[in-house]
């Protein structure tokens, strides 16, 4: 996850699983190691020191062979790199591939969805060989094989489109069409709702600066207010935050719709240069709909070009809850430390930012060690 990178920040979970990592290692071999997100399918994790490191292989070996873990009685672990390699051992997982060099002291944990296994497993598997955790949970399935053939078949469709992967679509010169304003007729793509967007959306429908200060300010105690009105909010932040490069995104919602996630990827796109996600918690599915129809819908607003970016930088940020929730927010780290957060009690949809609804909504600005615990953490069951 580092872009991948779930953040650039010290609050993004790479950061903090890679502390946990360094503190983890180093206690026991001395040893510092770097855990890389750079790849959108392989996170390794290697030695600092350029000779590597036996012990620290050696250790991988115990961490990941644990009775507890995946002990050699149950799983096989294979040499790879041909016949002469003696140092390469590999375990295959039903997610991941675990590569570990035991000459170099190196973990390569390569997977198309390594990501959300990585934040989901791996810091249990270290607690569990500290003995932290005595009694480790069944590892789950991450995606049923729909979902997991749907997301294939999305990103190689786009892959088969004539781009570079993704060296393209991540050039300078990449052209970002406008997407327009998502009040309009609406039509079906592959079942999924969206509006079809019938205005661009002009500076003079986004609040400036001061007026999103003002509303914010207002919410501050927490109000009620209508749908258009949260919208609007909504929209402004998104814009403001993006062009921002000092602050990094945060969204979570347990129902989104098409239009609401083409929105994201319009402001996303518009600032590339300085927008940051940090994570977008959404289920894979709610309401009976998959999420990855919603992406897929949702990416056919855009060019072959644009959709190759959006996969890269955006969809690649996004954490997959499994346990039910009904928080709503959207929420900007800055530099200083500071969290601003919009809660609301709308989902980010239609249904949600409609005139029929009138949703309570509070503007709140926490410490990030705060926002980690009482928000984002509870609803990734960290």
């Known amino acids: 996850m580092s872009d991948t990178d779930v953040s650039n920040t010290t609050m993004s979970y790479e950061i903090g699983i890679e502390k946990k990592i360094q503190n983890f290692v180093e206690t026991k071999t001395g040893e510092i190691v770097n855990t890389d997100f750079s790849d959108n399918n392989t996170i390794k994790i290697v030695p600092k020191a350029k000779h590597g490191s036996v012990a620290l292989g050696i250790l991988w070996m115990k961490v990941l062979q644990y009775p507890k873990n995946f002990p050699v009685s149950k799983y096989q672990y294979k040499r790879f790199g ?27 944990i ?27 949970k069944q590892q789950s399935q991450i995606y049923s094989e729909d979902d997991m053939k749907k997301i294939k078949d999305d990103i190689q469709r786009r892959k088969d ?78 814009h403001v935050w993006c062009s921002n490069e000092h602050s990094t995104i945060y969204i979570a919602t347990p129902r989104i719709d098409a239009t609401r996630l083409i929105e994201i990827c319009y402001f996303c796109l518009n600032h590339r240069h300085t927008m940051k996600i940090g994570a977008i918690c959404i289920p894979m599915r709610f309401d009976g709909i998959s999420l990855a129809e919603i992406k897929s819908a949702a990416l056919k607003k855009f060019t072959p070009q644009e959709q190759t970016y959006i996969e890269y930088r955006i969809f690649t940020q996004f954490l997959y809850p499994l346990q039910n929730f009904e928080a709503k927010f959207l ?31 509070v503007f709140n600005s926490v410490r990030e060690e705060e926002f980690k615990t009482k928000y984002l953490n509870p609803i990734m069951d960290y």
């Open 161 to 238: 489109a004539g781009y570079d992967w993704p060296d393209v679509a991540l050039k300078d010169d990449v052209i970002v069409n406008d997407v327009q304003d998502s009040i309009g007729v609406q039509t079906k793509i592959n079942n999924v709702d969206v509006d079809t967007p019938v205005s661009g959306i002009k500076d003079s429908q986004l609040m400036s600066h001061e007026e999103i200060d003002k509303e914010t300010a207002s919410l501050t105690p927490g109000s009620i207010i209508e749908g258009p009105k949260l919208y609007k909010i909504w929209r402004s932040l998104l």
């Open 110 to 136: 390569k997977g198309s969805f390594v990501i959300e296994w990585f934040t989901r497993y791996f810091q249990e598997i270290l607690d569990i060989y500290d003995g932290v955790i005595s009694h480790p």
């Open 82 to 108: 041909g016949a002469n390699s003696t140092y390469n051992i590999k375990l295959k997982l039903p997610e991941v591939a675990i590569e570990v060099n035991l000459k170099i002291g190196s973990v390569q």
């Open 331 to 361: 929420a900007s780290l800055n530099d200083d430390g500071i969290v601003d957060i919009l809660v609301t009690s709308g989902d980010f949809n239609k249904s949600g930012f409609s005139s029929h609804n009138k949703n309570m909504v």
